[in-house]
C-alpha cells in the first residue's frame, strides 16, 4: 500500500526523543536503546531547527541533523560551515529518496544562513558524492612497535629534550579547564587547515562529565605539555588495556587526543605516551597522514600504518567566500567554471591570489575558463591535499588553457596536509 513520506524539521522538544530512538535504530543500536538519560544529554546544545525528520504517518523513519561548525581553512581563516550528522533511513524506507530530499532542504538552509559550505564524515564511501561533497582531508591510524623504535629507554622528560617544558598529568576537570583555549590557538594556526570548533559540550562529553548509561565512554588519563614559561601549548588524552602474557606486560596504549601549539610540545607529548611503562604498542588513533610522529622515531618504520582513509568531506556552497577566504602558495589569477547541477556553486569565478600571505579575491566573472570541474572536485582541493594534476590526468578537471592544471596545482597545494581529528 503506497504511503505519503512527510520531510519536517521538528515541531518540537516532544519530537526529539522519538528522533533520538529512530538515529539509534538506523545506526543498529537496536530499538529502545535510548534512555531518558541520554535524551537529556543529547538534547544540550542542540538547535532542534537543524534537525529534520522523516515520517511516515506518525512514525520516525529517518533523520537527519547538521550544526554549526567553524572550519579552518589554509593559512588560518575560519569559515562558517554547516556540519552533517545523524544521518539515518530506517531499513524499512529505503531507496526511496528521503536522503536527498533531507539533504537538499539542509543545504538550502546552509546556502540561507550564508555558511559557505557543508561537511560530514561518511559511513561509506559512495553516498555523499552525489549531493556535491568531494573527501577533503585523509586520516591514517598508526600502530607504533615500542621497541622498534630505537627510542632510548632511559628518556626522562622534555629536559632531556633540550626543552624547558614539562608534561604533567592532569585530572579530568583540569584538562577541561585548560585544553579549550590551547586547542582554539591549536586550530587557527596556519598550517591547521581541516582542523574544527569544539564547543564546550564536547570537552565535556570527552572528559566523562557528560555520561548517560551504557555510553560506552572509558575514562582516559590526561596530560599537559607546558612551554619555559609554564604556559600550556598542548595536551594529550589516552586509554591503556591490561594485558599480560607470561608475567610479561603487553599494554597496548591508545591515544584519544594529542595535540599541540608547536611542534616541540607536539614532540615531547609523543615521547611522554612511547615512555609509559609496560606499554608494548602505541595505537595512535586518527591523525594527519603526515603526522611528524614516525619521523620522531630513529626507526620510522616501528609506526606502522594500520588504516588510511577519507575522513572530512566537504561542499562548496559559496564559492567566491571560500576561495578568498583561504591562502596559496602563489600569487596568480585563475578562472574556473564549476559545474554544481543543484546550482549553489554552478558559475565561473576569477581567483587572484596574492602568495602567501598576500590575501585573495575571487568574483564570478564572464571571461573564458581556464580550469572546469565538478562541485566536489573543488570540494576535494579547497584544503590542500589533492593534486589538480592528478585530476586532470583522471579526467576530473578540464584544462582549457596549457599549463592551466600545474598552475592550479601551485595555488591550491599546501605544505602540510589538512587534518580534522574529530568525528561529528
Ligand atoms: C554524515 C553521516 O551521518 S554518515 C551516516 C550515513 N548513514 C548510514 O550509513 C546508516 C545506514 N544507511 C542508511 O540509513 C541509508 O541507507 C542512507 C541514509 C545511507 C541512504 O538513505 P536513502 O533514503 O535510502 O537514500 P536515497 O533513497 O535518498 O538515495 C539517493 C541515492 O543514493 C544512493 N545510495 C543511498 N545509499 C547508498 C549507499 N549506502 N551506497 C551507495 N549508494 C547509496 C541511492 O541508490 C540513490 O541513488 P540514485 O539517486 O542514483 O537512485
Not at 120 to 126: F, I, S, T
Not at 223 to 245: H, I, L, M
Not at 258 to 264: G, H, P, S, V
Not at 323 to 348: F, H, P, Q, S
Request: charged share 25%; hydrophobic share 40%; net charge neutral.
Amino acid at each position: 500500500m503506497p504511503t505519503s513520506l512527510d520531510v519536517r524539521t521538528l515541531a518540537g522538544p516532544d519530537a526529539y526523543p522519538e528522533w533520538l530512538r529512530a538515529v539509534s535504530t538506523g545506526f543498529f543500536r537496536g530499538p529502545g536503546a535510548v534512555g531518558e538519560q541520554e535524551v537529556a544529554v543529547r538534547a544540550l546544545d542542540t538547535d532542534l531547527d537543524r534537525i529534520q525528520g522523516a515520517y511516515d504517518g506518525g512514525r520516525c523513519v529517518g533523520t537527519f541533523r547538521t550544526l554549526p561548525q567553524s572550519l579552518t581553512a589554509p593559512g588560518g581563516a575560519l569559515l562558517a560551515a554547516c556540519a552533517v550528522s545523524s544521518v539515518t533511513v530506517s531499513p524499512t524506507h529505503r531507496r526511496r529518496g528521503l536522503l536527498s530530499r533531507m539533504t537538499a532542504n539542509a543545504l538550502d538552509a546552509a546556502r540561507d544562513r550564508g555558511e559557505v559550505c557543508a561537511t560530514l564524515v561518511a559511513a561509506e564511501y559512495p553516498i555523499y558524492g552525489r549531493y556535491g561533497f568531494g573527501p577533503a582531508t585523509w586520516t591514517t591510524d598508526r600502530e607504533v612497535l615500542v621497541a622498534r623504535t630505537g627510542l632510548d629507554r632511559r628518556y626522562a622528560g622534555p629536559a632531556d629534550l633540550g626543552d624547558g617544558g614539562r608534561v604533567d598529568l592532569v585530572d579530568a576537570a583540569e584538562f577541561r579547564a585548560l585544553m579549550p583555549a590551547v586547542h582554539e590557538r591549536f586550530r587557527s594556526g596556519r598550517h591547521r587547515q581541516g582542523a574544527i570548533d569544539r564547543r564546550a559540550k564536547w570537552w565535556r562529553t570527552a572528559t566523562g562529565e557528560l555520561r548517560f548509561p551504557d555510553d560506552g565512554f572509558t575514562p582516559a588519563f590526561h596530560a599537559v605539555y607546558r612551554d619555559a614559561d609554564g604556559q600550556p601549548q598542548g595536551g594529550v588524552s589516552y586509554t591503556s588495556d591490561d594485558v599480560w602474557q607470561a608475567k610479561q606486560p603487553e599494554q597496548t596504549l591508545t591515544v584519544r587526543d594529542l595535540f599541540a601549539t608547536t611542534t616541540a610540545g607536539e614532540t615531547a607529548l609523543w615521547r611522554f605516551v612511547l615512555a609509559v611503562d609496560w606499554v608494548l604498542r602505541v595505537r595512535t588513533g586518527c591523525r594527519a597522514p603526515d603526522d611528524i610522529l614516525p619521523m620522531l622515531l630513529p626507526d620510522p618504520r616501528a609506526a606502522r600504518t594500520v588504516t588510511h582513509a577519507d575522513w572530512l568531506w566537504l561542499r562548496p556552497l559559496d564559492v567566491p567566500r571560500m576561495l578568498a577566504a583561504r591562502d596559496y602558495a602563489a600569487a596568480d589569477t585563475l578562472v574556473l567554471e564549476v559545474r554544481d547541477k543543484d546550482g549553489y556553486a554552478n558559475g565561473r569565478f576569477a581567483l587572484e591570489t596574492g602568495g602567501p600571505r598576500g590575501g585573495a579575491r575571487c568574483a564570478a566573472t564572464r571571461e573564458d575558463p581556464e580550469v572546469s570541474l565538478d562541485v566536489r572536485e573543488l570540494g576535494t582541493l579547497f584544503l590542500g591535499d589533492e593534486s589538480a594534476v592528478r585530476l586532470a590526468a583522471l579526467g576530473r578537471l578540464a584544462e582549457h588553457r596549457e599549463g592551466a592544471a600545474e598552475r592550479a596545482e601551485a595555488l591550491f597545494r599546501t605544505a602540510r596536509r589538512p587534518w580534522c581529528q574529530d568525528m561529528f
